[in-house]
């Protein structure tokens, strides 16, 4: 049975933006591979006067320029033709905010069209009629939506199947685990004076196993504490959690036994 790829296409003013994106690391081999389709096409060229313009003036006022709908439209449709289930998406500071639950959803689609704008914005009607989801990348305002298209486009290519290699599964990403993840360690053993932790030597992969996962809660909880929120512990990992809350408590208590017979810690 022949595999479905995952098809991207970008629409910008900027095309040239995108191939050294296409050209590098794990995308490359996945466009190599045929895990994925890419492209980037031109909105320009779907500018109808002589000076292919796709920015105007603002009515109502005010500085700044705004992209054209025009233009814009043109590429919209064209793209859509090409990719009928694709979903088509507006990159915007007002979309919905992009996060790993997103990049999963938009991973099992059959494929994404990613509007970006240049200038203040895009003309409101491009939104009104053409767009089926609009994405912001985060609370900050960029120049364009191409480095959010790349960003989206990163984290969902990786979450297609067959596009990491088993070395580099999602399955132990820290978003889908709902943790940060654990220290990594290569080689050398000692790093300026900094050694990797003896576990990791030992050979014992069910101690190394614990470890890391205690690591990984005990950073979450100095790092990330708001991640607890969103997630459901596993009884080892409440057991983890448990075992360093019993390691504080005794060392409370053994001060309060020291402080009432002796002076404030004073050896
Ligand atoms: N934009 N997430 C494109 C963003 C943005 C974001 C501002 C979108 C400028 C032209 N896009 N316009 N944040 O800041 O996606």
């Not at 486009?153 to 993840?181: K, M, Y």
Request: charge should be neutral.
């Amino acid at each position: 049975m022949k595999v479905k790829r995952m098809n991207f296409i970008v629409l910008t003013i900027f095309p040239e933006m995108f191939d050294p994106f296409w050209k590098h690391g794990i995308i490359r081999r996945a466009i190599d591979r045929k895990k994925i389709f890419a492209s980037a096409i031109n909105i320009r060229d779907f500018a109808k006067d002589k000076h292919r313009v796709t920015d105007d003036r603002p009515y109502g006022g005010g500085c700044g320029m705004v992209m054209k709908a025009e233009p814009l439209a043109g590429a919209i449709r064209a793209a859509q033709q090409k990719a009928p289930s694709a979903k088509t998406v507006l990159l915007t500071p007002q979309g919905r905010c992009f996060n790993q639950n997103l990049a999963q959803e938009l991973a099992s689609s059959d494929g994404v069209i990613l509007a970006c704008g240049r200038y203040e914005g895009v003309d409101e009607r491009i939104s009104h009629h053409l767009i089926d989801d609009e994405i912001s990348i985060g609370d900050y305002v960029l120049t364009g939506g191409e480095l959010g298209a790349m960003i989206i486009i990163d984290a969902v290519t990786r979450l297609v199947p067959g596009t990491l290699g088993s070395e580099d599964s999602a399955e132990n990403d820290s978003f889908s685990t709902g943790l940060l993840e654990h220290a990594h360690y290569t080689r050398p053993r000692s790093f300026e004076g900094d050694e990797v932790p003896d576990v990791l030597l030992s050979g014992d992969h069910k101690k190394i196993e614990n470890w890391r996962l205690e690591t990984s809660l005990i950073r979450t909880f100095l790092k990330r504490r708001d991640l607890f929120g969103k997630k459901s512990l596993s009884p080892q990992e409440i057991d983890i959690l448990k075992k360093w809350c019993l390691d504080i408590e005794k060392i409370i208590y053994d001060q309060s036994l020291r402080g009432s017979d002796t002076l404030s810690g004073a050896q």
